[in-house]
C-alpha cells in the first residue's frame, strides 16, 4: 500500500540554526499535508500542497512539493525554542478517504 | 462546539475490561477519523466515518475495536477485553469534506491497561 518515509527521525539543534525534515514516497501523490505535534500535545495542521513543484511560505517555514509529487520537504530557517515538536506529513490514500501520517521528525532546540 | 472534543481524557483500565472512548467532532463536519498512537510514534489509522457511514476500518488492530459514528456526528470507539498493547493515545479528527481538507484533532484519551 501507499506508505510516506520520513527522515530523519529525530534532530537536535543549536538555536538559529535552519532544520529540514523530508518526506518521501514510491507513488505519486495526490495532495501532502504537514502538522506539527508539541511535546504532550495533538497534531495541528499546518499546511496543504497539491500542485506538482509548489512552495508555501508561512514565515520562517518553507513547504516545498517535488515536480514528480512523490517528495516533500518542510524546512524551518534560524530556529527558535518555539518550535520544538515533532513534524508530520500526512498524505490522503489515493483510493477511499484514508489520511496516513509519516512517522514523524522530532525536532529538539538547544538555546 | 468550537473544537474537536474528546473523552475521557484519561483512562486506565484493568486487563480484560471494556472501554468506551467518545469524540464529539466540529459541527457539521463530514468526517470523522480515529487514530492509535503509542509514546514517539506517529498516528496509525484506525478506521474513517463519512457521516454515520464507516467507510474504512482497515486500521482497527482486532475484532475486540469496535467504532460507530450512528447519527453522523458523535462517534464512540469501543475496545473489548482490553491488553496491555492497546495502552496509548487515541486521537479523533474531523474534516469538514471527504479529502483534501485539513483534519482537526481532539486532545486524545490516553489509556493505560494495567
Known amino acids: 500500500g501507499q506508505q510516506v518515509m520520513q527522515i530523519p527521525q529525530y534532530q537536535h539543534v543549536q538555536e538559529g540554526e535552519d532544520f529540514t525534515t523530508y518526506c518521501n514516497s514510491s507513488?505519486?501523490?495526490?495532495?501532502i499535508q504537514w502538522y506539527k505535534q508539541r511535546p504532550g500535545g495533538h497534531p495541528v495542521f499546518l499546511i496543504q500542497l497539491v500542485k506538482s513543484g509548489e512552495v508555501k511560505k508561512q514565515k520562517r517555514l518553507t513547504f516545498q512539493f517535488g515536480e514528480a509529487k512523490k517528495n516533500s520537504s518542510l524546512h524551518i530557517t534560524a530556529t527558535q525554542t518555539t518550535d520544538v515538536g515533532t513534524y508530520f506529513c500526512a498524505v490522503y490514500m489515493e483510493y477511499g478517504n484514508k489520511l496516513v501520517f509519516g512517522a514523524g521528525t522530532i525536532l529538539r532546540v538547544k538555546s | 462546539g468550537a473544537g474537536v472534543s474528546q473523552s475521557p481524557r484519561y483512562k486506565v483500565a484493568k486487563r480484560g475490561q471494556d472501554v468506551a472512548l467518545r469524540c464529539d467532532p466540529i459541527?457539521?463536519?463530514?468526517?470523522l477519523f480515529w487514530y492509535q498512537q503509542a509514546l514517539g510514534q506517529g498516528p496509525e489509522f484506525l478506521t474513517y466515518f463519512q457521516n454515520e457511514a464507516q467507510l474504512d476500518k482497515s486500521g482497527l488492530p482486532s475484532d475486540r475495536f469496535f467504532a460507530e459514528r450512528p447519527e453522523g456526528s458523535v462517534s464512540t470507539l469501543k475496545i473489548q477485553r482490553t491488553q496491555q498493547e492497546d495502552s496509548a493515545v487515541y486521537l479523533c479528527a474531523s474534516s469538514s469534506r471527504d479529502r483534501y481538507t485539513e483534519a482537526f484533532f481532539g486532545q486524545g484519551t490516553r489509556l493505560t491497561v494495567v
Open positions: 459541527s457539521g463536519h463530514v468526517s
Open positions: 507513488t505519486t501523490l495526490s495532495n
